[in-house]
């Protein structure tokens, strides 16, 4: 097991698993900005990289990064869903000082928006982590 200078980690909230992201662009837009962290939960219900609501993903203009076709999701319940995705950047700042490029996808349909920002299955395989339920927290590990 890593020792305390070699984990950093986030206390969970609502009973749920978050961690401390940065959001950036290739032309450099920054969500959220300043030297702040949005805590964000982690979900490995969503396969993907990152799912962003849309007034988020158009805040930071990555419509203009967009791919051409959007993907179709299966939901849990069965039901599909279209996200549009586009390239960009996740900085965990804890935890290094390289961003990671991602694959960032937004609801195709206003309906089918989600109400924050998710990390799903297909990011956190980069990490080894350790989620606490005793003391209600979530560690990255480092190698």
Same mark, same amino acid.
């Given at each position: ?23 950036? *662009?290739?032309?450099?837009? +920054? ?17 993907? +990289?990152?799912?962003? &609501? ?13 791919? &051409? ?14 996200? *549009? ?20 996808? *937004? ?26 339920? &005793?003391?209600?927290?979530? *560690?990255?590990?480092?190698?």
């Amino acid at each position: 097991m890593a020792n305390e200078e070699e984990k950093v980690s986030w206390p969970y909230r609502d009973d749920s698993p978050y961690i401390g992201i940065k959001i950036q *662009t290739d032309s450099g837009e +920054e969500y959220p900005l300043a030297n702040h962290e949005k805590l964000v939960l982690i979900d490995t219900g969503y396969d993907g +990289e990152i799912l962003l &609501p849309r007034s988020i993903y158009h805040e930071l203009g990555l419509y203009n990064w967009e791919k &051409p076709e959007p993907l179709e999701y299966l939901l849990g319940d069965g039901s599909k869903m279209n996200l *549009t995705s586009a390239s960009g950047l996740v900085l965990i700042p804890k935890h290094s000082k390289n961003p990671i490029r991602v694959e960032i996808h *937004t609801a195709n349909e206003a309906g089918q928006d989600t109400d924050g920002i998710l990390l799903g299955a297909k990011f956190i395989k980069r990490f080894k982590l350790l989620l606490n339920g &005793p003391v209600s927290e979530l *560690t990255i590990l480092q190698n």
